[in-house]
């Protein structure tokens, strides 16, 4: 479960990175500021887990019924190492023994043991010890401080002990085949639980980025949708997709298609229009990772129906490819600098209601900007007829 935490954890970090990949700034900021802590305390409580992993805990219950059923035995203490880790103050040590069942062939076991100043001065290499044998066949054991009553269950296996003491010195010490066969049996059950474990972390990770993306759906839909068309995960909002995403998301917003200027940049799209059908009064509104932003009252506001026109009424999409076609043989973070900016021309008849209004044909305009000058461009709303200014 702890392990899920952490990976759950890399989730929201992962997911925070890939929101401000792909979305507007910041977006996934808040994913990366979940994920660490969430990630580094599961890592923490991970790590002293499996450093405690091995110490045992006493178990009176089974203790006692290992006696009744005659699994006890005596232990030697072959060796006490310390792991260099400190529980309350007290040492977490290795303890190996070797120990010699009432019934049944020597076999070493080790375990993990924080001992306090009274454990350790009796838990020494080369003292003896009775166990009660937890599980039959299994290396698990515990120190078992006998009464009077257990004595003659241990008596056998300490008459054993003596035995297996003077032998121990002539041959090698082998675990038994049941012993063997049952850490064989862990072994296989813990490499099941391999692939089980890694789908489990997989889909933690995948949990974790959804919830930091979720909320960013249209950016992640932008992003794949761009994918599949130009190859890149970032959409360039001057082409497609993102310029047909930004003027939906609009329409679908205020509910018409009439607009006074579009902006279209690299990373995002400007786009003046009036609040809703039937009104003049004109918000500014920015959309930018996937999202429709209102940025309020537009600083210039038309003044009257002829100083808007349709978004179906340009050709969007030649727009970029007419910018390529001038500025091909500049270098190419200069062209990422370019900006689209589309509106009806200026009226500048003098005889007329609306001179100085833009009430004229739609256009756009475009500057490249090089080391030492800059040109000017003016091209008609189908994206023809370049003229530089």
Same mark, same amino acid.
């Given at each position: 479960m702890i392990r899920a935490f952490f990976f759950l954890g890399v989730g929201l970090i992962a997911g925070g990175f890939i929101g401000g990949y792909i979305g507007e700034p910041g977006a996934g900021a808040w994913g990366i500021g979940f994920g660490i802590p969430v990630a580094s305390m599961a890592l923490v409580f991970w790590l002293?887990?499996?450093?405690?992993?091995?110490?045992?805990? !006493?178990?009176?219950?089974?203790?006692?019924?290992?006696?009744?059923?005659?699994? /006890?035995?005596?232990?030697?203490?072959?060796h006490v190492g310390e792991t260099g880790t400190r529980v309350n103050e007290r040492p977490l040590c290795d303890i190996?023994?070797?120990?010699?069942?009432?019934?049944?062939?020597?076999?070493?076991?080790?375990?993990?043991?924080?001992?306090?100043?009274q454990t350790s001065v009796a838990v020494i290499p080369g003292s003896v010890h009775p166990v009660a044998i937890l599980i039959e066949g299994g290396a698990g054991c515990q120190l078992h401080q006998t009464r009077g009553?257990?004595?003659?269950?241990?008596?056998?296996?300490?008459?054993?002990?003596?035995?297996?003491?003077?032998r121990s010195a002539q041959s090698k010490i082998g675990e038994t085949a049941t012993q063997r066969?049952?850490?064989?049996?862990?072994?296989?059950n813990q490499q099941a639980m391999v692939p089980a474990r890694a789908v489990l972390y997989l889909v933690m990770i995948?949990?974790?980025?959804?919830?930091?993306?979720?909320?960013?759906?249209?950016?992640?839909?932008?992003?794949?949708?761009?994918?599949?068309?130009?190859?890149?995960?970032?959409? !360039?909002?001057?082409?497609?997709?993102?310029?047909?995403?930004?003027?939906?998301?609009?329409?679908?917003? /205020?509910?018409?298609?009439? /607009?006074?200027?579009?902006?279209?940049?690299?990373?995002? /799209?400007?786009?003046?229009?009036?609040?809703?059908?039937?009104?003049?009064?004109?918000?500014?509104?920015?959309?930018?990772?996937?999202?429709?932003?209102?940025g309020g009252p537009a600083s210039t506001q038309?003044?009257?129906?002829?100083?808007?026109?349709?978004?179906?009424?340009?050709?969007?999409?030649?727009y970029w490819p007419a910018v390529q076609s001038v500025?091909?043989?500049?270098?190419?973070?200069?062209? !990422? !600098?370019?900006g689209i900016f589309s509106e009806r021309e200026t009226n500048s008849d003098l005889g007329g209601d609306s001179f100085m209004q833009h009430t004229?044909?739609?256009?756009?305009?475009?500057?490249?900007?090089?080391?030492?000058?800059?040109?000017?461009?003016?091209?008609?709303?189908?994206?023809?007829n370049i003229s530089d200014d």
């Open positions: 002293v887990s499996r450093t405690l992993r091995g110490i045992p805990s !006493d178990n009176p219950v089974m203790a006692k019924m290992a006696v009744q059923a005659g699994r /006890v035995g005596m232990a030697r203490v072959e190996e023994l070797t120990v010699q069942p009432r019934h049944g062939q020597t076999f070493r076991t080790k375990f993990r043991r924080v001992l306090n100043f009553t257990e004595r003659p269950e241990l008596a056998e296996a300490a008459d054993s002990f003596c035995c297996f003491r003077r066969d049952a850490d064989q049996a862990i072994d296989r995948c949990v974790g980025a959804v919830i930091v993306l979720l909320p960013m759906r249209g950016a992640v839909e932008l992003s794949v949708e761009s994918k599949e068309l130009t190859g890149s995960w970032i959409p !360039d909002m001057r082409t497609e997709p993102g310029v047909s995403a930004a003027l939906n998301a609009l329409e679908l917003k /205020v509910g018409h298609d009439r /607009v006074s200027r579009v902006s279209l940049y690299k990373d995002f /799209v400007l786009i003046d229009a009036p609040v809703g059908p039937g009104t003049l009064n004109t918000d500014s509104w920015q959309f930018r990772g996937g999202k429709l932003i209102s038309p003044e009257s129906e002829e100083e808007l026109f349709r978004i179906r009424d340009v050709h969007w999409q030649a500025s091909s043989g500049l270098d190419k973070t200069i062209t !990422d !600098d370019i004229g044909d739609v256009i756009a305009r475009f500057t490249v900007n090089e080391p030492y000058s800059s040109i000017a461009y003016t091209m008609n709303g189908q994206g023809e």
